[in-house]
């Protein structure tokens, strides 16, 4: 099975052999439907698990009746949760029933000239696949493999490579989402923000979300926070183009133009300095670069900011003078996904260094410091040190960058003059790159040039037509998988047990890098065969086990003297270079960048053209949950929000469909248009995740549009690589649609 | 600026974006509920002027017709039903708020009753019919002594059925086009109005077709009058109301409203009768058979157009 | 006699649909049906907007056309108001589902007409109904109005709030906290 492939063709449907039509069951005739029926609740059982769906992971039960799903809900012990999931978790029996799911290892064939998949045994997908690294290895060096990944099974295969030699590894949470806020933080603050976040929503006061939509993006926790927050009468300062649900919740919305909000920040600042609203005690203890930073925003005022933002200079002072009212108990939010227009490391920043002039970092309402849990692990030989990493691929740029860049990966595998290698192989892991990645014809090309692509994934998600081998893993619902670990207001561990057995051919991801491991003679760095065993392992080492915790599911690892606030007056050393927090950034200015935000202009749409903003929806997780059968009806298509002066110049109704068109031509598929008061007039918006074009996904498959198709430009955060991908404008073409 | 969505959730099929409970059952059931009511209430009437020599079709031969009519009617139900199985509920309890309810016992009375109505005028017309069989000979000995209360009951029992039609339409009050007390009116005029049109069809006695004739053209004055007064109440009413009644001015249901039901199936007819009072000579099958067609097609619109009508997220997601 | 009603903190609901896939699960609703849905009202023009987000679902009103006009009495008044349809006394003849205002029935493909129940086989014992007890915001209360010391009746004397249509006359037990 190693013949050389031609130019590599996504295969749409499952070719040569893949067994009778799956018929979707029908879920409802397997119940009873009678009342009384419902009424014996009490005879369920449950397994406990920590929800998979996004990052939060939050710990639940997963209840059975009779050995069928029946609901999954939270853990009450659970802080992430506070026993209580959201849509996403709730609907998550619906990724187990998904009738699409992978089911068998597919490998790469070419029957008749065309190129198919044909099911194959574990073995011999293996087999092929580590037959292949070897190659490669031999050929170019273990360095030129890399691993994309996302989702709790990832660590097994970084452990994997790691001692394959290799540490390109990355996860496109990083230089797609939220690596500029890392960085910002660590600059500003010598310390990151954090997964989950370390807002004190709770306490807080005062709120400033800049294109932060919490209440659409449903990070549990934050949610759960921020409804309690506002319920209090905290206030909330809403910056967006767009009214989201947390702008109707907020006392003041700002519709600032998209692509000033530097401009906002640095004008904030100004007030608050030249206003002397500050927090003085605290930035004269904690702080240095203050006088410098008062000099560098002196031009930035009210009415310098107006016309740039088209937010007026009186609420521009009102909304500082509001938080400054707050504070310490008021948050400027760093948001998550900050990867905007390409400055986005100095624009968080200039966020961090307001939180730092009104005292809210170590402070209570602002940001606290997380507890932290330390789970040994057991010990494994050392990891063989790689000669090369990504970071030579781009040399003398992106000199921040803490974390693998997937774009710089993906830029990476693409054979250039000058670069002497390019990475040769690619193991994808739970993330759906085609829709991940910005410039997805990029994407292609790169995966073109690959001797081999693995796609690990649980659904025919686009990736997997593109891939030489496809392994099927079972859901979260089937499978243990390492201890969550989660920092926080008390730092906790979650075990993930599984309520059903794998279903189909498909098998947890630590067996399949444990089988790889052995064909590749690297089985000591997994020396546990059952996953369970190495869990009681760590669990045994904090004073627990495996039987308490499936009896339990979550343990709380209470430290009682661990501080989350500063103490008044407490001498504090931040992890910066200074050991203070630094309004003005030596290590920014020691690598040639702005050790002060400035603002620059960002390009601005040409006539007729409107900025392509995206965002989430709460009942989903990007692309992952458009299938799932349970969470596909409360939500089956995206929509684009178009302003409705806009629409009526264009004489588009609410609810027509229309295709759009970016600068560079690409089209996307028709989307229904919705017509609103609710977003400005120079840019439009719509969910993240729609708009799948593989056939095997029953469900999303044409349905509504591909925002990613459109995103074809990025501007690249120079600092650390950031993809900045709202610098994409779009019209509108009518009659195609 | 006022914007609605249903964001998440609903969308049930047969609810959303309009509701599609009932379909063709329903109104054939009613255009034959009206019928049978208008033809059992002029056969009742004639029989007890006792001139039922006089008019033979309206007394003897229509009612022949009402029992394998309701039973017509009655399957039609059964198949809108649809949890069948359990269709035999509806007969163990009479429950008074519910039309459905009382209706479904006025037709159970109603059933039997036409059948025995109409044993004596089959006998009559087929002396052999059924001649050995002991029931048959007995029911029909009943039907001929019991004739006079039988057709007094008739008389009550058909206004109810023809109401009862436009009534259960209109206790649905969820439904705003049904929100009316006209309707109940409406449907028992309309029905008696087919009823004078079937018999007219079936005569062949020429005196007999004149007087129904005359019937009819009262009958349905009475039905522009009421029409016209229905929509009048909508437009006064509330925004639901108006909102409903827009659906006739205006929206999808004007052109075909006004000109199959209102024009073809009441004004042309009244013109016709009109003008073969006065002494034209007009096939008299023409207008009957418009005045058929309007009925059936009223049902139709009416039973469709209610569904479209309501009170929350209107022609909404 | 207990008389159980909701109520839902607009201020609090995101419109996160989490109440509709919760009671889907916890109630077996087949897929394609729902028993509550989200509904998001937004009044006034750039850059003045309102937005209102509810979660709807049957009302369970005192004065249920529904049950008034059930010819089997499968459509009744249960313990606390709650509105019921005993699924073997149904025949589907789908009178309800043209009565309710708020066009909360569906009907089931099993072939009987269903709806919210206020989930009374977790009400009966003690706990709140499925929606309720998954929100993530806490916006959703449940309790008895019967009992004023309970969550639900201090929100109603304490909270502007309003129910929906209720012109319609049914006398609906389903609020919202403004």
Request: glycine share 8%; proline share 6%.
């Amino acid at each position: 099975m190693n013949s050389k492939m031609k130019r590599r063709e996504f295969i749409k449907i499952a070719g040569a052999g893949t067994g009778a039509m799956v018929v979707a069951p029908k879920l409802y005739a397997e119940f009873g439907k009678k009342d009384e029926e419902l009424l014996e609740s009490g005879s369920a059982e449950r397994t406990p698990t920590y929800c998979e769906i996004c990052f939060w992971k939050c710990a639940g039960w997963v209840y059975k009746k009779d050995g069928k799903p029946w609901k999954i809900v939270g853990n009450e012990d659970d802080p992430n949760s506070r026993g209580r999931f959201c849509p996403r978790g709730t609907g998550g029996i619906g990724a187990y029933t998904d009738p699409d799911r992978l089911k068998k290892p597919l490998l790469r064939v070419e029957k008749n000239g065309k190129q198919v998949f044909k099911e194959v045994s574990w073995d011999e997908a293996l087999n092929f696949i580590a037959d292949k690294l070897r190659d490669i290895a031999q050929k170019h060096g273990p360095e030129c493999v890399a691993l994309f990944s996302h989702g709790s099974g990832g660590s097994y295969f970084k452990n994997l490579l790691a001692a394959f030699g290799t540490k390109n590894v990355a996860a496109p949470s990083y230089a797609q989402c939220r690596g500029p806020r890392e960085e910002a933080y660590l600059l500003t603050f010598g310390d990151g923000v954090g997964s989950p976040e370390r807002t004190d929503i709770v306490n807080s006061k005062c709120l400033v979300l800049l294109g932060s939509h919490i209440g659409e993006n449903m990070h549990n926790g934050q949610v759960q926070e921020f409804s309690q927050a506002v319920a209090n009468g905290a206030t909330v300062i809403t910056v967006d183009p767009r009214f989201s649900t947390a702008a109707s919740k907020s006392k003041y919305w700002l519709p600032i133009k998209p692509g000033t909000d530097l401009a906002l920040l640095l004008a904030w600042i100004h007030v608050i300095i030249y206003e002397e609203l500050y927090d003085k005690d605290y930035v004269k203890k904690y702080t240095i670069g203050f006088e410098q930073l008062k000099q560098a925003v002196k031009h930035n005022t009210p009415e310098w900011a107006y016309p740039i933002t088209t937010i007026k200079p009186h609420i521009i002072r009102q909304t500082a003078r509001e938080m400054a009212m707050h504070a310490p108990a008021t948050i400027v939010h760093p948001g998550r996904h900050v990867t905007w227009y390409g400055d986005d490391t100095q624009r968080v920043r200039a966020g961090a260094i307001l939180n730092a002039l009104l005292g809210s970092w170590g402070r209570r309402g602002g940001f606290y410091f997380p507890a932290k849990a330390h789970v040994p692990k057991p010990p494994i030989p050392k990891y063989p040190k790689p000669r090369r990493d990504w970071r030579k691929a781009f040399p003398d740029q992106f000199p921040l960058a803490n974390l693998a860049l997937s774009s710089g990966i993906c830029d990476a595998t693409i054979p250039s003059a000058e670069r002497n290698c390019s990475f040769k192989a690619w193991i994808v892991y739970g993330t759906n790159l085609i829709q991940t990645l910005p410039q997805p014809q990029k994407t292609l090309e790169a995966i073109q040039n690959l001797e081999l692509l693995v796609a690990i994934d649980i659904l025919p998600a686009e990736i997997t037509g593109w891939a030489d081998v496809v392994l099927p893993e079972c859901t979260y619902l089937e499978r243990y998988d390492d201890l969550r670990i989660s920092p926080g207001r008390v730092a906790s561990v979650a075990l993930r047990a599984p309520a059903f057995k794998p279903k189909y051919d498909s098998k947890p991801a630590y067996w399949i890098a444990r089988e790889l491991a052995k064909r590749l003679g690297l089985e000591k760095y997994f020396p546990y065969e059952k996953i369970e065993d190495y869990l009681d392992y760590r669990l045994k080492a904090i004073g627990s086990s495996l039987e308490e915790m499936k009896k339990i599911g979550v343990k709380l690892i209470e430290n009682p003297e661990h501080r989350f606030y500063l103490e008044e007056g407490e001498d504090y050393e931040f992890g910066t270079p200074s050991g203070k927090i630094e309004l003005y950034s030596t290590t920014l200015a020691d690598y040639g960048f702005d050790p002060i935000p400035r603002y620059t202009h960002h390009e601005e749409p040409p006539d007729g053209y409107y900025r392509l903003l995206y965002g989430r929806a709460p009942m989903h997780s990007f692309g992952r949950t458009i299938n799932n059968p349970n969470l596909s009806q409360l939500m089956k298509e995206n929509e684009v929000w178009i302003n409705r002066k806009v629409a009526e110049q264009w004489g588009i109704k609410n609810g027509e469909y229309i295709v759009l068109e970016n600068q560079d031509g690409i089209r996307s598929r028709p989307i229904k248009a919705k017509v609103t008061e609710r977003i400005r007039h120079d840019a439009v918006f719509m969910v993240h995740g729609f708009g799948h074009s593989d056939k095997r996904l029953h469900r999303a498959y044409h349905r509504g549009a591909d925002d990613q198709k459109l995103i074809s430009r990025v501007k690249l955060d120079p600092i650390m690589g950031g993809t900045g991908m709202r610098v994409n404008f779009v019209t509108f073409r009518k009659e195609e649609a | 600026m006022k914007e609605i969505q249903i964001t998440s959730g609903r969308m049930n099929p047969g609810i959303d974006p309009v509701l599609h409970a009932w379909g063709w059952e329903i109104p054939l059931y009613l255009f034959i509920g009206g019928l049978v009511a208008g033809i059992l209430f002029f056969s009742a009437l004639f029989y007890l002027r006792n001139e039922g020599e006089k008019y033979k079709a309206a007394v003897k031969i229509a009612p022949l017709f009402a029992p394998p009519l309701l039973a017509i009617g009655l399957f039609a139900l059964f198949l809108d039903l649809s949890h069948k199985l359990y269709f035999w509920r509806l007969y163990t309890t009479i429950r008074l708020e519910s039309p459905m309810s009382w209706g479904a016992w006025t037709l159970m009375l109603v059933f039997p009753l036409s059948v025995l109505w109409a044993l004596p005028f089959l006998r009559e017309l087929y002396p052999g019919f059924l001649k050995n069989c002991k029931l048959a000979n007995l029911l029909t000995e009943w039907a001929q002594k019991f004739a006079k209360p039988i057709a007094w009951a008739f008389i009550f029992l058909s206004i109810i059925l023809g109401m009862y039609t436009g009534i259960l339409l209109s206790a649905f009050n969820a439904r705003p086009f049904w929100n009316t007390s006209i309707l109940g009116p409406l449907f028992l005029v309309s029905g008696f109005s087919t009823g004078t049109a079937f018999i007219i069809l079936l005569s062949k006695d020429h005196h007999e077709r004149q007087l129904f004739s005359k019937i009819d053209m009262g009958l349905i004055a009475t039905e522009i009058f009421l029409i016209i007064h229905m929509f009048m109440g909508f437009l006064a009413s509330t925004q639901v109301h108006e909102d409903a009644a827009k659906l006739f001015l205006g929206g999808p249901y004007t052109a075909i409203f006004w000109t199959f039901v209102f024009t073809l199936g009441l004004v042309v007819p009244l013109i016709v009768e009109l003008m073969e009072w006065r002494g034209r000579k007009i096939p008299i099958a023409i207008p009957a058979l418009l005045v058929l067609m309007g009925g059936i097609i009223l049902r139709f619109i009416v039973v469709d157009a209610g569904q479209s009508s309501r009170w929350l997220y209107r022609f909404m997601k | 006699m207990p008389r159980y009603a909701m109520a839902i903190d607009t201020k609090r609901c995101v419109g996160c649909a989490d109440c509709v896939v919760a009671c889907q699960t916890e109630n077996n609703v087949p897929l394609g049906y729902c028993r509550d849905w989200i509904v998001q009202e937004m009044t006034g023009s750039f850059p003045d907007l309102f937005l209102e987000i509810r979660s709807e679902r049957c009302n369970h009103c005192e004065d249920a056309p529904c049950v008034r006009t059930c010819p089997t009495g499968a459509s009744h008044i249960a313990e606390g108001g709650i509105v019921l349809v005993t699924h073997e006394e149904c025949i589907g003849c789908k009178a309800c589902i043209s009565s309710c205002p708020y066009d909360a029935r569906y009907v089931h493909p099993e072939g009987y007409v269903d709806k919210c129940t206020f989930c009374i086989h977790r009400v009966r014992e003690g706990e709140n109904p499925a929606c309720v007890s998954v929100c993530p915001t806490h916006a959703m209360i449940f309790g008895d109005l019967e009992d004023e010391n309970s969550e639900i009746s201090i929100a109603l004397r304490t909270r502007k709030h309003k129910a929906l249509i209720p012109e319609a006359g049914t006398k609906p037990h389903v609020y919202y906290l403004l």
